[in-house]
């Protein structure tokens, strides 16, 4: 058994922050394949269900980002799970906008959340790091995270969404190259070709063929004098 964690912050005035990134993409994956519906346990919400060959608890923290840890632990002892079983999906700063990368371990680099698990769970779970980019200075971070995303935003948000549904039974069975592969084909901008008909090379254009003369014979004969 696997846990799937998003992380983000309950309540419609969050639904749609940059903060809340984690919430969505578990939303996408419930959705599309076939979760059991979401139920309150462990602090936050909980659903069930298959991805591949593998059973997979999702869990949505409902303690506010800054204790998220809690309830995952608290998951984790009802499950006797152990961090590497534990999948965070969440923000990630340093990170373009639409990029995503996989990683087990290593600091939280200011991320409350991960602050929280990294307390409570120990920093040996494999995370998900969605990038939502920048905003420039430190200062503006908060304000950015707890904005909701922009209108310009939605395409590549909605790719990338559905991407990690896409590839959602890979992660779970372990192959995070396919997981990746999933949301790249997903975020892939579609190949424009502009349709022109062109002669085979080698070839020289014809002309096009004149229009078929009406006149009759009495006809052309006035006109060859006129």
């Known amino acids: 058994m696997q846990l799937f964690v998003g992380l983000g912050n309950p309540g419609t005035k969050y639904a749609r922050n940059r903060h809340n990134i984690g919430f969505m993409a578990l939303d996408e994956i419930a959705s599309d394949h076939g979760f059991a519906p979401w139920r309150r346990k462990f602090q936050g919400q909980v659903t069930e269900g298959r991805l591949g060959r593998e059973k997979v608890v999702m869990l949505k923290p409902e303690t506010f980002m ?6 995952v632990g608290e998951a984790m002892r009802f499950y006797k799970l152990s961090a590497k079983d534990v999948t965070v999906f ?6 373009a906008p639409g990029r995503i990368k996989v990683k087990t371990g290593g600091g939280h680099a200011g991320h409350n959340g991960l602050r929280s698990m990294h307390q409570h769970i120990t920093d040996a779970y494999r995370r998900v ?11 503006r971070v908060s304000g950015y995270v707890l904005h909701d995303f922009a209108k310009a935003d939605e395409v590549w948000l909605d790719d990338l969404l559905r991407g990690c549904s896409d590839g ?3 992660l779970a069975e372990g192959d995070s190259a396919k997981f990746m ?3 790249g084909l997903r975020m892939k901008p579609a190949a424009k070709k502009e349709l022109k008909e062109k002669p085979p090379q080698g070839a020289t254009a014809q002309p096009k063929p004149l229009a078929e003369d ?3 014979p009495m006809q052309k004969l006035m006109d060859k004098f006129s």
């Open 66 to 71: 800054n204790l998220s840890g809690q309830s």
């Open 90 to 95: 969440h923000d990630e700063l340093d990170l």
């Open 129 to 139: 790091r969605m990038g939502i980019g920048h905003p420039g200075h430190k200062d």
């Open 168 to 170: 959602a039974a890979h």
């Open 181 to 183: 592969n999933a949301i």
């Open 214 to 216: 009406t006149r009759s």
